[in-house]
């Protein structure tokens, strides 16, 4: 099992650089992202999805995780409808190299953000999993966010395409 050290990361492929998951309309770009005070960055535009770059890429062992606003500055967010996600939904990931990959959502899930299973949703090893992960759930103003994650968990499609 990994220890979680980022010197132990295995050297990157070509990162992903578009989502798209047609049933929802979605096709975004995406850009890496890491980590500030404790959290995964999140892109500062409502079109763009962010990957968690110190983890797996799409496909690989592990949980990939890409993380998008649902609504941003009066913008609907590039997973402002994630919540809709049904099982068997098909998302294909482009990388930078022209490959893409496709997955196949099998599960989607609402947590309270103090209940997000963390170390699931960044596990560096096991079955590849691509974790989708919006807000949801009430808004509360006082603290200008929402109270829950969507979270929507895709498996890879067994033959990649281009």
Not at 14 to 32: E, K, M, T
Request: hydrophobic share 45%; net charge negative.
């Amino acid at each position: 099992m990994a220890s979680g050290l980022l010197s132990e990361l295995p050297e990157p492929g070509a990162p992903p650089v578009r989502l798209r998951l047609p049933s929802l309309g979605i096709d975004a770009p995406v850009l890496p992202v890491g980590y500030d005070a404790g959290e995964m960055e999140i892109p500062s535009r409502a079109d763009t999805v962010g990957w968690y770059r110190y983890g797996p890429a799409p496909g690989e062992a592990g949980s990939a995780v890409l993380a998008a606003h649902v609504a941003w500055r009066g913008q609907r967010g590039a997973f402002g409808d994630l919540r809709l996600a049904a099982p068997g939904a098909l998302v294909d990931v482009e990388f930078a190299d022209g490959a893409v990959r496709r997955f196949r959502v099998v599960a989607l899930a609402s947590y309270d953000k103090q209940e997000l299973p963390v170390t699931e949703i960044f596990r560096r090893d096991g079955a590849p999993t691509l974790t989708l992960i919006t807000c949801g759930g009430a808004f509360n103003p006082s603290l200008r966010s929402y109270e829950d994650n969507v979270v929507a968990y895709a498996v890879p499609v067994e033959e990649a395409f281009e």
